[in-house]
Protein backbone atom coordinates (compact mmCIF):
# COMPACT_ATOMS: atom_id res chain seq x y z
CA UNK A 1 0.00 0.00 0.00
CA UNK A 2 0.81 3.69 -0.42
CA UNK A 3 -0.05 5.81 2.04
CA UNK A 4 0.69 9.78 1.66
CA UNK A 5 0.12 11.92 5.12
CA UNK A 6 -0.77 15.42 5.24
CA UNK A 7 0.16 17.46 8.73
CA UNK A 8 -0.88 20.53 9.95
CA UNK A 9 -0.57 22.61 12.81
CA UNK A 10 -3.31 23.93 14.58
CA UNK A 11 -4.16 25.64 17.46
CA UNK A 12 -7.59 26.66 18.73
CA UNK A 13 -8.35 28.93 21.96
CA UNK A 14 -4.87 28.67 23.07
CA UNK A 15 -4.75 24.98 22.53
CA UNK A 16 -2.38 23.55 20.54
CA UNK A 17 -2.31 20.35 18.41
CA UNK A 18 -1.36 18.10 15.38
CA UNK A 19 -4.20 17.18 12.67
CA UNK A 20 -2.37 14.18 11.20
CA UNK A 21 -4.20 12.79 7.79
CA UNK A 22 -3.72 9.55 5.90
CA UNK A 23 -4.77 9.19 2.67
CA UNK A 24 -4.35 5.70 0.59
CA UNK A 25 -2.81 6.68 -3.02
CA UNK A 26 -2.34 3.37 -3.84
CA UNK A 27 -4.51 3.43 -6.87
CA UNK A 28 -2.97 6.99 -8.13
CA UNK A 29 -0.19 5.71 -7.51
CA UNK A 30 -0.93 2.21 -9.76
CA UNK A 31 -2.38 4.42 -12.15
CA UNK A 32 0.48 6.57 -12.87
CA UNK A 33 3.11 3.50 -12.66
CA UNK A 34 0.76 1.99 -15.60
CA UNK A 35 0.70 4.86 -17.38
CA UNK A 36 4.03 5.55 -17.55
CA UNK A 37 4.56 1.24 -18.63
CA UNK A 38 1.93 1.95 -21.21
CA UNK A 39 4.82 5.14 -22.85
CA UNK A 40 7.47 3.70 -22.46
CA UNK A 41 6.15 0.27 -24.57
CA UNK A 42 4.32 2.24 -27.00
CA UNK A 43 7.82 4.04 -27.76
CA UNK A 44 9.99 1.13 -27.64
CA UNK A 45 7.52 -0.96 -29.71
CA UNK A 46 6.82 2.34 -32.47
CA UNK A 47 10.51 2.65 -32.38
CA UNK A 48 11.61 -0.70 -33.54
CA UNK A 49 9.52 -1.16 -37.15
CA UNK A 50 10.48 2.40 -37.68
CA UNK A 51 14.44 2.22 -37.34
CA UNK A 52 14.37 -1.34 -39.44
CA UNK A 53 11.88 1.17 -42.20
CA UNK A 54 14.58 4.15 -41.55
CA UNK A 55 17.71 1.92 -42.64
CA UNK A 56 16.59 0.17 -45.56
CA UNK A 57 15.25 3.43 -46.24
CA UNK A 58 18.93 5.01 -46.18
CA UNK A 59 20.38 1.69 -47.76
CA UNK A 60 18.11 2.24 -51.08
CA UNK A 61 18.56 6.10 -51.24
CA UNK A 62 22.34 5.25 -51.17
CA UNK A 63 22.41 3.17 -54.21
CA UNK A 64 23.83 0.34 -51.64
CA UNK A 65 20.78 -1.94 -52.86
CA UNK A 66 20.97 -2.44 -56.69
CA UNK A 67 20.49 -6.66 -57.24
CA UNK A 68 16.75 -6.98 -58.25
CA UNK A 69 16.22 -9.82 -56.02
CA UNK A 70 17.72 -7.58 -53.28
CA UNK A 71 15.33 -4.40 -54.29
CA UNK A 72 12.35 -7.21 -54.01
CA UNK A 73 13.72 -8.44 -50.67
CA UNK A 74 14.60 -5.32 -48.79
CA UNK A 75 11.08 -3.34 -50.26
CA UNK A 76 9.03 -6.44 -48.80
CA UNK A 77 10.31 -6.15 -45.51
CA UNK A 78 9.51 -2.30 -45.72
CA UNK A 79 6.43 -3.14 -46.42
CA UNK A 80 5.66 -5.95 -44.01
CA UNK A 81 7.35 -3.42 -40.56
CA UNK A 82 5.28 -0.62 -42.26
CA UNK A 83 1.99 -3.01 -42.12
CA UNK A 84 3.32 -4.16 -38.75
CA UNK A 85 3.39 -0.10 -37.23
CA UNK A 86 -0.17 0.55 -38.70
CA UNK A 87 -1.77 -1.96 -36.98
CA UNK A 88 -0.02 -1.26 -33.78
CA UNK A 89 -1.31 2.47 -34.29
CA UNK A 90 -4.71 1.31 -34.99
CA UNK A 91 -4.80 -1.46 -31.74
CA UNK A 92 -3.54 2.01 -29.26
CA UNK A 93 -5.99 4.27 -31.18
CA UNK A 94 -8.97 1.80 -30.44
CA UNK A 95 -7.63 0.62 -26.86
CA UNK A 96 -7.90 4.29 -25.94
CA UNK A 97 -11.04 4.78 -27.32
CA UNK A 98 -11.93 1.77 -25.28
CA UNK A 99 -11.17 3.03 -21.95
CA UNK A 100 -12.60 6.62 -22.43
CA UNK A 101 -15.71 4.76 -23.36
CA UNK A 102 -16.85 6.91 -25.64
CA UNK A 103 -19.40 4.49 -27.30
CA UNK A 104 -22.99 3.53 -26.10
CA UNK A 105 -23.90 -0.31 -25.56
CA UNK A 106 -27.50 0.73 -26.39
CA UNK A 107 -27.94 -1.46 -29.64
CA UNK A 108 -29.85 -4.93 -30.27
CA UNK A 109 -27.13 -7.18 -31.68
CA UNK A 110 -26.77 -10.47 -32.70
CA UNK A 111 -24.26 -12.46 -31.41
CA UNK A 112 -23.92 -15.21 -33.89
CA UNK A 113 -24.37 -12.97 -36.80
CA UNK A 114 -21.38 -11.26 -35.58
CA UNK A 115 -19.29 -14.26 -35.31
CA UNK A 116 -19.98 -14.91 -38.38
CA UNK A 117 -18.99 -11.50 -40.13
CA UNK A 118 -15.66 -11.92 -38.27
CA UNK A 119 -15.52 -15.32 -39.86
CA UNK A 120 -16.01 -13.39 -43.27
CA UNK A 121 -13.39 -10.73 -42.62
CA UNK A 122 -10.77 -13.58 -41.30
CA UNK A 123 -11.73 -15.98 -43.96
CA UNK A 124 -8.23 -15.75 -46.05
CA UNK A 125 -6.27 -16.41 -42.80
CA UNK A 126 -9.28 -19.51 -42.09
CA UNK A 127 -7.70 -20.79 -45.86
CA UNK A 128 -4.21 -19.63 -45.98
CA UNK A 129 -4.05 -21.77 -42.66
CA UNK A 130 -6.63 -24.70 -43.86
CA UNK A 131 -8.54 -24.07 -40.52
CA UNK A 132 -11.65 -26.06 -39.68
CA UNK A 133 -14.34 -23.88 -38.65
CA UNK A 134 -17.46 -24.87 -36.09
CA UNK A 135 -19.97 -22.21 -35.00
CA UNK A 136 -22.63 -23.20 -33.17
CA UNK A 137 -25.07 -20.57 -31.81
CA UNK A 138 -28.50 -19.86 -30.05
CA UNK A 139 -30.23 -16.91 -31.35
CA UNK A 140 -29.49 -13.95 -28.91
CA UNK A 141 -29.55 -10.39 -28.90
CA UNK A 142 -27.21 -8.68 -26.84
CA UNK A 143 -27.63 -4.88 -25.89
CA UNK A 144 -24.30 -3.86 -26.83
CA UNK A 145 -22.22 -1.98 -29.62
CA UNK A 146 -21.89 -4.14 -33.12
CA UNK A 147 -17.99 -2.32 -33.43
CA UNK A 148 -17.03 -3.81 -29.99
CA UNK A 149 -18.65 -7.14 -30.52
CA UNK A 150 -17.21 -7.45 -34.28
CA UNK A 151 -13.90 -6.73 -32.98
CA UNK A 152 -14.09 -8.86 -29.89
CA UNK A 153 -14.84 -11.99 -31.84
CA UNK A 154 -11.81 -10.85 -34.33
CA UNK A 155 -9.13 -10.40 -31.75
CA UNK A 156 -10.44 -13.54 -30.52
CA UNK A 157 -10.90 -15.72 -33.59
CA UNK A 158 -7.80 -14.02 -34.67
CA UNK A 159 -5.99 -15.61 -32.56
CA UNK A 160 -7.24 -18.86 -32.71
CA UNK A 161 -6.27 -18.93 -36.02
CA UNK A 162 -2.75 -17.51 -35.57
CA UNK A 163 -1.60 -19.67 -32.61
CA UNK A 164 -3.30 -23.22 -34.33
CA UNK A 165 -1.48 -25.53 -36.05
CA UNK A 166 -2.21 -25.83 -39.82
CA UNK A 167 -4.95 -27.71 -40.15
CA UNK A 168 -6.41 -26.81 -36.63
CA UNK A 169 -9.89 -26.86 -35.37
CA UNK A 170 -11.72 -23.43 -34.06
CA UNK A 171 -14.73 -24.09 -32.07
CA UNK A 172 -17.29 -21.35 -31.42
CA UNK A 173 -19.79 -21.83 -28.84
CA UNK A 174 -22.48 -19.30 -28.13
CA UNK A 175 -25.35 -20.21 -25.57
CA UNK A 176 -28.08 -18.28 -23.80
CA UNK A 177 -27.70 -19.12 -19.76
CA UNK A 178 -30.48 -17.61 -17.88
CA UNK A 179 -29.53 -13.85 -17.93
CA UNK A 180 -25.74 -14.51 -19.37
CA UNK A 181 -24.63 -15.02 -22.53
CA UNK A 182 -21.63 -17.18 -23.13
CA UNK A 183 -19.31 -16.97 -25.38
CA UNK A 184 -16.06 -19.90 -25.75
CA UNK A 185 -13.57 -19.65 -28.48
CA UNK A 186 -11.38 -23.00 -28.57
CA UNK A 187 -8.83 -23.74 -30.53
CA UNK A 188 -6.55 -26.74 -30.31
CA UNK A 189 -3.38 -25.09 -31.41
CA UNK A 190 -0.49 -24.62 -29.31
CA UNK A 191 -1.46 -23.15 -26.22
CA UNK A 192 -0.18 -21.17 -23.45
CA UNK A 193 2.36 -22.04 -20.51
CA UNK A 194 0.57 -21.99 -17.29
CA UNK A 195 3.20 -19.14 -15.87
CA UNK A 196 1.88 -16.80 -18.80
CA UNK A 197 -2.12 -17.65 -18.64
CA UNK A 198 -2.61 -15.06 -15.82
CA UNK A 199 -0.49 -12.17 -17.97
CA UNK A 200 -2.00 -12.13 -21.25
CA UNK A 201 -4.68 -9.52 -21.23
CA UNK A 202 -1.88 -6.91 -20.04
CA UNK A 203 -0.83 -4.45 -23.03
CA UNK A 204 1.47 -5.33 -25.20
CA UNK A 205 2.01 -9.00 -22.85
CA UNK A 206 3.00 -11.73 -25.33
CA UNK A 207 4.28 -15.19 -24.41
CA UNK A 208 6.98 -15.35 -26.48
CA UNK A 209 7.88 -12.16 -28.71
CA UNK A 210 9.68 -14.08 -31.24
CA UNK A 211 6.46 -16.10 -31.91
CA UNK A 212 3.86 -13.42 -31.30
CA UNK A 213 6.51 -11.51 -33.95
CA UNK A 214 6.24 -14.31 -36.84
CA UNK A 215 2.37 -14.13 -36.65
CA UNK A 216 1.88 -10.24 -36.62
CA UNK A 217 0.54 -9.93 -33.42
CA UNK A 218 1.04 -6.44 -32.03
CA UNK A 219 0.22 -7.77 -27.87
CA UNK A 220 -2.81 -5.51 -27.57
CA UNK A 221 -5.50 -7.83 -28.72
CA UNK A 222 -6.59 -9.56 -25.44
CA UNK A 223 -6.41 -6.08 -23.52
CA UNK A 224 -8.76 -4.79 -26.43
CA UNK A 225 -10.92 -7.92 -25.62
CA UNK A 226 -10.74 -7.36 -21.80
CA UNK A 227 -11.64 -3.97 -21.92
CA UNK A 228 -15.13 -4.64 -24.14
CA UNK A 229 -16.06 -7.18 -21.37
CA UNK A 230 -15.14 -5.17 -18.86
CA UNK A 231 -17.02 -2.05 -20.08
CA UNK A 232 -20.41 -5.13 -20.15
CA UNK A 233 -19.28 -5.60 -16.87
CA UNK A 234 -18.77 -9.48 -17.89
CA UNK A 235 -16.28 -11.69 -17.28
CA UNK A 236 -13.60 -13.24 -19.38
CA UNK A 237 -11.70 -16.60 -18.29
CA UNK A 238 -9.12 -19.23 -19.88
CA UNK A 239 -8.17 -22.71 -19.78
CA UNK A 240 -5.16 -23.65 -22.21
CA UNK A 241 -2.77 -26.22 -21.69
CA UNK A 242 0.80 -25.76 -24.03
CA UNK A 243 0.38 -27.86 -26.83
CA UNK A 244 -3.01 -28.73 -26.52
CA UNK A 245 -4.99 -25.84 -26.85
CA UNK A 246 -6.45 -22.94 -25.57
CA UNK A 247 -10.27 -22.18 -24.39
CA UNK A 248 -11.66 -18.53 -23.60
CA UNK A 249 -15.00 -18.22 -21.91
CA UNK A 250 -16.78 -15.08 -22.30
CA UNK A 251 -19.83 -14.41 -19.60
CA UNK A 252 -21.54 -10.70 -20.94
CA UNK A 253 -25.25 -9.91 -19.05
CA UNK A 254 -27.92 -10.40 -21.22
CA UNK A 255 -31.56 -9.94 -20.86
P1 LIG B 1 -0.92 -10.64 -29.99
O1 LIG B 1 -1.24 -9.44 -30.79
O2 LIG B 1 0.54 -10.83 -29.72
O3 LIG B 1 -1.60 -11.87 -30.49
P2 LIG B 1 -2.80 -10.69 -27.75
O4 LIG B 1 -3.03 -9.66 -26.69
O5 LIG B 1 -3.94 -10.99 -28.65
O6 LIG B 1 -1.50 -10.26 -28.53
O7 LIG B 1 -2.33 -12.03 -27.03
C1 LIG B 1 -1.29 -11.99 -26.06
C2 LIG B 1 -0.45 -13.26 -26.13
O8 LIG B 1 -1.21 -14.37 -25.68
C3 LIG B 1 0.00 -13.62 -27.55
O9 LIG B 1 1.23 -13.03 -27.83
C4 LIG B 1 0.07 -15.13 -27.54
O10 LIG B 1 1.36 -15.56 -27.18
C5 LIG B 1 -0.92 -15.54 -26.44
N1 LIG B 1 -2.18 -16.07 -27.01
C6 LIG B 1 -3.34 -15.38 -27.20
N2 LIG B 1 -4.30 -16.18 -27.69
C7 LIG B 1 -3.75 -17.41 -27.82
C8 LIG B 1 -4.24 -18.68 -28.26
N3 LIG B 1 -5.49 -18.85 -28.69
N4 LIG B 1 -3.36 -19.73 -28.23
C9 LIG B 1 -2.10 -19.57 -27.79
N5 LIG B 1 -1.57 -18.40 -27.36
C10 LIG B 1 -2.40 -17.34 -27.37
Known amino acids: KYIRAYITRVEMG ?7 LLVDVTYNVKAEKMRQEFTANVSHELKTPLTTIKGFGEMFGSGMITK ?23 DIIRLSEIE ?3 EMLNTPVALEAAAKNALQILEPQIQRNKIHVRLEGD ?15 INLIDNAIKYNNPEGTVTI ?4 LGT ?22 ERFYRVDKSRSKQ ?3 TGLGLSIVKHIVDCHNGTISLRSELGHGTEITILLPAK
Open 14 to 20: GIFGTIV
Open 215 to 217: RGG
Open 139 to 153: CLLLHSNEGYIRELF
Open 180 to 201: QAKIVIADNGIGIPLQAQSRIF
Open 68 to 90: EEDVAKYGAMIERESERLLFLIN
Open 173 to 176: TIQH
Open 100 to 102: EHT
